[in-house]
């Protein structure tokens, strides 16, 4: 989710998980603590508790398929036959996103013509 939400929205991976965590943490809270009320509340007992969850899983699940069929414009152009990489025999299956000068995204290092990582810019 990380990866693709700094691809999609061309932001750095620390911005990303920034974002990510404090979407997904604060609605853990909120799913746990509505989860102990909702429970309390109505005096649940194990069988009772087991089909909340299922009930609850299964909405999830809904939702979760739903979003599959969400699809964004990207604006990106992906290079992936220049010149830097004719001879390197880079992979096509590897996906990590590399942002050059005036804003050409190659789909990994390899297809931007780097042979090596140095670590400082990712």
Avoid: W
């Avoid at 750095?12 to 603590?33: E, H, K, M, R, W």
Wanted: net charge positive; aromatic share 12%; with cysteine.
């Amino acid at each position: 989710m990380v990866k693709y939400i700094e691809s999609v929205f061309n932001i750095s991976s620390s911005i990303s998980s920034i974002l990510t965590g404090s979407i997904v943490v604060p609605a853990d809270v909120c799913g746990t603590i509505t989860g102990g009320y909702l429970i309390r509340r109505y005096h649940m007992n194990i069988f009772q508790c087991i089909q909340f969850i299922l009930i609850s899983c299964s909405l999830s699940l809904i939702f979760l398929i739903s979003l599959i069929f969400i699809k964004c414009k990207s604006n990106i152009k992906y290079e992936s036959d220049n010149q830097c990489s004719q001879f390197c025999n880079c992979s096509p299956y590897i996906y990590q996103p590399v942002c050059f000068q005036q804003q050409i995204t190659f789909l990994s290092p390899c297809y931007a013509g780097c042979t090596t990582v140095n670590g400082t810019v990712r």
